[in-house]
Structure formats: structure tokens, C-alpha cells
């Protein structure tokens, strides 16, 4: 866990050195009992380190345990601590910044990073105590302790509602992770519509429009790499100047149109619709 330890030994008993030194661990037959030994902190420094990395420590317990014991152990940085984010193979700074409400700037300016490069395993600081807690009133950041069930009254929502405006498969929440909970209106995210061509992939969609695959997935609400020849996909640009929108409850696409200046026909035009009927959750494009 990045930090200094001794390896895991055995306190063995002094008149029978092949049983365990502790009684407990002597008479509880083939569990694996651990004791953990503690002791009390003399300085600022030592205790500091603790109040910041007390997950990380107990993680390296949970470790060691698994490697004494020869399991398989697999760390995914959800318990480090949550001002923290272990990178994993196919994370950008885009992606990590986009999960956490954060710009890439602001992710690299916290973390003092010259380049847009990332190694898996590294540790990115999320959270700097200054901007992180809202992105705006249209999300809500997961914070320890919280349910769907709890986020969704908060906001008076369901928690299938909340599900489908951000396409999750399960209850599970991981801290710092962003929830819309409102109306994205993203008025600054410009984009341009491109109809996907044979032999187009991702990459060189992306590549043509300076831009990343993970923005074009995420603008586009893609769970895959893969494309369909007449496929729609909104690309960053300025000509078309769309801005997103969330369908809520009770909402229609007359309604939609009618606040936002346009027609029915535009919108089922622009957003490819083979039907009128609108799902909560569902991302629309208005011209």
C-alpha cells in the first residue's frame, strides 16, 4: 500500500516452538485467527499519517492475510480513502476527472502532473478540500455511508429513476462517485452530429475531432467500441451547437420542444427517435 512494513512472522511458544506463541491461536484448530498488535502513537507526524491513511493500512492487513493464506487478491482502489483514486488499465485523466466533477487541469494541478500520462496503480489525489463536493446542482457526490435509496429521497426520486438517468446495473456506490440527480442542460458542450462511415472506429472518429474515445463514449452514452455504418454520434464542435438534456418524470417531447424553442420533428430528427415515447434518464440533443 505504498507504505514501509516488516514481512508477517510467526510469535512462537517457548516451551513448544511449533505452536502458535498466543493461546487463542493455539486452540482454534484450522481457522485462521489473526492478532493484530498495536501500539500508541509519541509524535504529530506518525499520527497525522494515520487520520490520512488508516484505509490504506487496513487494506495492507487484508493483503498480507491473503498472500500468507496463497488467495488470490485483487485490489481495485475503492478503499484506499476517498480523497483518492488508484488508476486502472484504460483510465485517461479525462475519464478520471469526468467521474469525479473535476477538470483535467484541475486533476493535474492537484496532483502536480506535467503530462497526461498515467501508469496503472498509480494514486491520484481526487479531493483537495476545495471544489469537489458538487459539481453543480444537477449531481451529487457519493459520500460514505450513502444508499441509492437515500440519494433518491434526497431528491425526490425512485431509486429506478435514479438508475436509468445513470445507466446503473446495480446498488453498489463507490465514494466520490458523481450521480445526476437534476437536469444536465450542459450548456457549453457543443457538438456536431457525424454519421458513421464503413471502416470508421472510435479512435480515428476521435483523432479527426482532436478529442478522446472516452468523451465520444461518454457524450453518447456508448457501453462498447462498436459502431454501426449509419450510426449518429455527437462529436465536440461548434457548428451544430446542441446542448444535452435529461428526460425527467412527466416529461414529452412536446413539452421538451416547446421549452427549448424547437419542434417535435426536430428532435426526433436529431436524436434518430423511432418513437415518441421517452424513458427517465434518457439523454436528448436539441438543437
Given at each position: 500500500?505504498?507504505?514501509v512494513?516488516?514481512?508477517?512472522?510467526?510469535?512462537?511458544?517457548?516451551?513448544?516452538?511449533?505452536?502458535?506463541?498466543?493461546?487463542?491461536h493455539?486452540?482454534?484448530g484450522?481457522?485462521?485467527?489473526?492478532?493484530?498488535?498495536?501500539?500508541?502513537l509519541?509524535?504529530?507526524?506518525?499520527?497525522?499519517?494515520?487520520?490520512?491513511?488508516?484505509?490504506?493500512?487496513?487494506?495492507?492487513?487484508?493483503?498480507?492475510?491473503?498472500?500468507y493464506?496463497?488467495?488470490?487478491?485483487?485490489?481495485?482502489g475503492s478503499?484506499?480513502?476517498?480523497?483518492?483514486?488508484?488508476?486502472?488499465?484504460?483510465?485517461?485523466?479525462?475519464?478520471?476527472?469526468n467521474?469525479y466533477?473535476?477538470?483535467?487541469d484541475?486533476?493535474?494541478?492537484?496532483?502536480?502532473?506535467?503530462?497526461?500520462m498515467?501508469s496503472?496503480?498509480?494514486?491520484?489525489?481526487?479531493?483537495?478540500?476545495?471544489?469537489?463536493?458538487n459539481?453543480?446542482?444537477?449531481?451529487?457526490?457519493?459520500?460514505?455511508?450513502?444508499?441509492?435509496?437515500?440519494?433518491?429521497?434526497?431528491?425526490?426520486?425512485?431509486?429506478?429513476?435514479?438508475?436509468?438517468?445513470?445507466n446503473?446495473s446495480?446498488n453498489?456506490?463507490?465514494?466520490?462517485?458523481?450521480?445526476?440527480?437534476?437536469?444536465?442542460?450542459?450548456?457549453?458542450?457543443?457538438?456536431?452530429?457525424?454519421?458513421?462511415?464503413?471502416?470508421?472506429t472510435?479512435?480515428?472518429?476521435?483523432?479527426?475531432?482532436n478529442?478522446?474515445?472516452d468523451?465520444?463514449?461518454?457524450?453518447?452514452?456508448?457501453?462498447?467500441?462498436?459502431?454501426?455504418?449509419?450510426?449518429?454520434?455527437?462529436?465536440?464542435?461548434?457548428?451544430?451547437?446542441?446542448?444535452?438534456?435529461?428526460v425527467?418524470?412527466?416529461?414529452?417531447l412536446?413539452?421538451?420542444?416547446?421549452?427549448?424553442?424547437?419542434t417535435?420533428?426536430?428532435?426526433?430528427?436529431?436524436?434518430?427517435?423511432k418513437?415518441?415515447?421517452?424513458?427517465?434518464?434518457?439523454?436528448?440533443?436539441i438543437?
Amino acid at each position: 500500500m505504498g507504505r514501509v512494513v516488516r514481512k508477517y512472522y510467526q510469535r512462537r511458544y517457548p516451551s513448544d516452538s511449533s505452536k502458535d506463541y498466543y493461546f487463542i491461536h493455539r486452540n482454534t484448530g484450522n481457522t485462521e485467527a489473526v492478532i493484530v498488535e498495536y501500539g500508541f502513537l509519541d509524535n504529530v507526524d506518525d499520527a497525522n499519517l494515520l487520520k490520512k491513511y488508516w484505509q490504506d493500512y487496513a487494506e495492507a492487513v487484508v493483503k498480507a492475510i491473503a498472500n500468507y493464506l496463497g488467495v488470490p487478491y485483487t485490489f481495485d482502489g475503492s478503499l484506499v480513502n476517498e480523497n483518492y483514486y488508484i488508476v486502472k488499465k484504460g483510465d485517461s485523466l479525462w475519464s478520471i476527472a469526468n467521474k469525479y466533477g473535476l477538470t483535467v487541469d484541475k486533476l493535474k494541478d492537484i496532483n502536480n502532473l506535467s503530462s497526461n500520462m498515467l501508469s496503472v496503480g498509480q494514486k491520484l489525489l481526487i479531493n483537495d478540500g476545495t471544489d469537489v463536493d458538487n459539481v453543480n446542482e444537477n449531481y451529487y457526490i457519493v459520500k460514505s455511508g450513502d444508499t441509492l435509496y437515500s440519494i433518491a429521497k434526497k431528491y425526490g426520486l425512485t431509486v429506478d429513476e435514479l438508475k436509468k438517468m445513470n445507466n446503473l446495473s446495480s446498488n453498489t456506490l463507490s465514494i466520490n462517485q458523481k450521480l445526476l440527480v437534476g437536469n444536465d442542460m450542459s450548456i457549453d458542450d457543443n457538438y456536431d452530429v457525424y454519421v458513421v462511415k464503413s471502416g470508421d472506429t472510435l479512435w480515428g472518429i476521435a483523432s479527426k475531432y482532436n478529442t478522446s474515445v472516452d468523451k465520444i463514449k461518454d457524450i453518447n452514452n456508448l457501453n462498447s467500441n462498436n459502431l454501426s455504418i449509419g450510426q449518429k454520434l455527437l462529436v465536440p464542435g461548434n457548428n451544430l451547437g446542441t446542448k444535452k438534456y435529461i428526460v425527467k418524470s412527466g416529461d414529452t417531447l412536446y413539452k421538451i420542444a416547446q421549452n427549448n424553442g424547437t419542434t417535435v420533428t426536430e428532435l426526433i430528427n436529431l436524436n434518430n427517435l423511432k418513437t415518441t415515447n421517452l424513458s427517465i434518464g434518457q439523454v436528448l440533443y436539441i438543437p
